[in-house]
């Protein structure tokens, strides 16, 4: 007589599901129902409701090669909730959808616990998600990552760009590396380079190639809220794929361009390296990469003092980076120097 297969035998495991959900009960109680439950804050005069989501791509193939997951739960948080704080916007509630062949338990959890830090720096709770195994449709070991989010914002005080104009100042914020865009590159990369992940390179700040990649995407949203309280920003960009170049000019309106001035901040080191090692054209490397800036602004040049002074008393470093100026809508990176001398 045939053996009686189960669901164990065709690949998934409801045993680990469970445990998981039971790691999650003692970060959250609220989790492990059917779906999540979140009242809508008071003090807003005409609430409107901000929804993104966003995932974390080819980086999840790099965290895989070092066997560290405990990062990337922190990048797909702050894809998500970056882009709603573009809007003035703060964030409500997360979710998460992770789906992989057969799950292990040990990595779920570096990768719940890099999501439950995430929302911690976002200020918000995750209340929910999906664990799904999916045998024959992701090969033994592999996952994919997927994020959601709800923020809120005041109608009347909804950043849309509208007002941006000539005369208006560009100003940036630091990323802390690469973020979460263009890994597909940087993978090829390091591979054409021949250095080993867990090798510290020289000038990497005496960490190893790998773990500088790996380094989190920053979560601006606290940062932005409390900005949004000082200073009146006309716009916001969260520079992801495609750049300043492809991101900026996302909010500018069509008869004004963006100029950036490229030596106006810190670019870190971890870009120069990618540039050299490719070799990879620079204009090539503002088309993919942040370039050091995360996120983007712009404010009126009367409020460029108001902008320093909050950041002065925040401790927080940010850049002024350009200008607004007639145009079509366009972004230019360009060389300050250079257009001195030529000047």
């Known amino acids: 007589m045939p053996r009686n297969i189960s669901y164990k035998d065709a690949g998934v495991d409801i045993g680990e599901a469970d445990k998981l959900v039971d790691y999650l009960k003692t970060k959250n109680r609220a989790i492990g129902g059917f779906s999540g439950l979140m009242p809508l804050p008071r003090g807003y005069k ?174 601006y949203t606290s940062f ?13 960009a969260h520079i992801t794929g495609g750049g300043i170049t492809g991101n900026l000019n996302r909010v500018l309106p069509p008869k004004v361009d963006a100029i950036v001035h490229e030596n106006q901040w810190t670019i870190p080191p971890i870009f120069n390296w990618l540039e050299q090692n490719g070799p990879v054209d620079h204009d090539e490397m503002h088309r993919t990469f942040n370039m050091g800036l995360g996120m983007m602004g712009i404010v009126a040049p009367a409020d460029v003092e108001k902008l320093m002074k909050f950041a002065k008393a925040s401790g927080e470093e940010i850049y002024i980076v350009g200008t607004i100026e007639k145009g079509t809508g366009q972004v230019r990176i360009v060389d300050a120097e250079a257009s001195a001398d030529h000047e």
């Open 224 to 236: 932005v809220n409390k900005l949004l309280t000082k200073v009146p920003v006309k716009a916001f």
């Open 46 to 219: 005409k609430p409107m409701l901000v929804a993104s989501t966003d995932g974390v791509g080819t980086k999840l193939l790099l965290a895989k090669q070092l066997n560290d997951y405990s990062t990337i739960g922190i990048d797909l948080v702050a894809m998500v909730v970056n882009d709603m704080a573009v809007c003035g916007a703060k964030p409500l509630f997360f979710l998460d959808y992770y789906a992989t062949g057969a799950l292990k338990l040990k990595d779920a959890r570096q990768v719940i616990d890099g999501i439950l830090e995430g929302c911690a720096q976002a200020g918000c709770p995750l209340i929910g998600g999906e664990t799904a195994e999916l045998p024959g449709l992701y090969a033994p070991g592999d996952f994919d990552l997927a994020g959601f989010a709800v923020g809120v914002v005041d109608a009347d005080k909804v950043i849309t760009g509208k007002s941006v104009k000539a005369g208006d100042i560009i100003f940036g914020l630091p990323s802390s590396g690469i973020h979460s865009n263009g890994y597909s590159l940087v993978r090829k990369i390091v591979e054409k380079s021949g250095v080993a992940l867990n090798r510290k390179v020289p000038g990497l700040g005496g960490r190893s190639l790998g773990k500088v990649l790996l380094e989190p995407t920053r979560i």
